[in-house]
């Protein structure tokens, strides 16, 4: 991986690393159905209005399969993982989203788009052991509710993992902001129904909506417009591969904005998932083809 491609995605991680703070203060407030719908729904239209701007066309011939990509890459993931937000610890749901990247390594290889190595597979578990230093995993009683909200957060991670090659093969044949505005919007139908139904229910404070906002407009819209670009040019796993640093800068956020305890354990699991995601991406700060700035992404 070219070294513009890594470091650009540990500056989407960054980004996406405050949503451990921000879905914790916008799910239990808003529920579910109506913080996932509101966020993929801001996203839509801030995708939408910089479509406008551009003049491009919405690639509606192509609606089947931005349907598809909208409910296993956008709406399950998203509602599967705020509703085992509820139930589920933080940290183990920062170890659980890890599997994402292993399920799409195996999808990958299913679909024939990448191949399944011993080196990212080995990947995958020295970020499994990294993520869990960092977030300082302790006892857990195994409620029915941990164990439902567990199965939720694989259930998020399996269709995050599987929408990651079907997300390389449509980049083929549409332009990166015509594919993150198209399955957002359709993302955002799928939930709307389950939001409106629940509605009544959902309590409002500026901080659970300012959280969704931002959420909506920046990470789920921007940031992954971005990371559409990125995918063009690298595998579906290396791309996903940005999963394993989202939790530590989750942690990283924490401690900024929490004040919460950095250990010695903190910096062991990060330098891990450093090298796990080297890994998996096959970046190498050493090799010259790593170091070579290439041209601008187009769209």
């Not at 991986?1 to 799910?27: D, P």
């Not at 159905?33 to 491009?56: D, E, F, N, P, Y």
């Not at 190498?284 to 700035?293: A, I, V, Y």
């Amino acid at each position: 991986m070219k070294s513009r491609y890594f470091f650009q995605l540990v500056a989407l991680s960054a980004l996406w690393g405050t949503g451990f703070l921000l879905t914790r203060i916008a799910t239990p407030v808003l529920g579910p159905s109506v913080a996932a719908a509101a966020r993929i729904g801001l996203g839509a239209i801030t995708l939408a209005m910089i479509m406008r701007h551009q003049k491009l066309d919405w690639p509606w011939q192509h609606w089947r399969e931005l349907l598809l990509l909208g409910a296993a890459a956008i709406a399950l993931p998203h509602f599967l993982s705020a509703w085992s937000s509820l139930y589920l610890p933080s940290g183990y749901s920062a170890v659980v989203g890890v599997t994402s990247v292993l399920f799409g390594a195996f999808a990958a290889a299913w679909m024939k788009d990448d191949t399944l190595t011993w080196t990212k597979l080995v990947g995958c578990l020295l970020a499994f052991s990294g993520v869990a230093l960092v977030v300082r995993l302790g006892p857990i009683d195994p409620s029915p509710e941990v164990l439902a909200g567990t199965a939720l957060a694989v259930g998020a991670c399996f269709f995050t993992g599987f929408s990651m090659p079907l997300l390389k093969r449509a980049i083929q044949r549409m332009p990166p902001l015509s594919i993150t505005a198209g399955i957002h919007a359709f993302g955002f139908l799928l939930l709307l129904p389950g939001a409106l139904w629940k509605l009544p229910q959902a309590q409002f404070s500026w901080a659970a909506l300012s959280a969704v906002a931002l959420m909506g407009v920046i990470t789920s819209g921007l940031a992954y417009w971005q990371y559409m670009r990125i995918v063009q040019h690298v595998s579906a796993v290396a791309a996903h591969s940005s999963t394993f640093m989202v939790t530590i800068f989750g942690v990283i956020w924490g401690h900024l904005v929490l004040d919460e305890v950095f250990t010695l354990a903190s910096y062991a699991g990060g330098a891990l998932v450093l090298l796990a995601t080297m890994m998996v991406t096959g970046f190498n700060p050493l090799s010259p083809r790593d170091r070579k700035t290439p041209s601008a992404p187009p769209g």
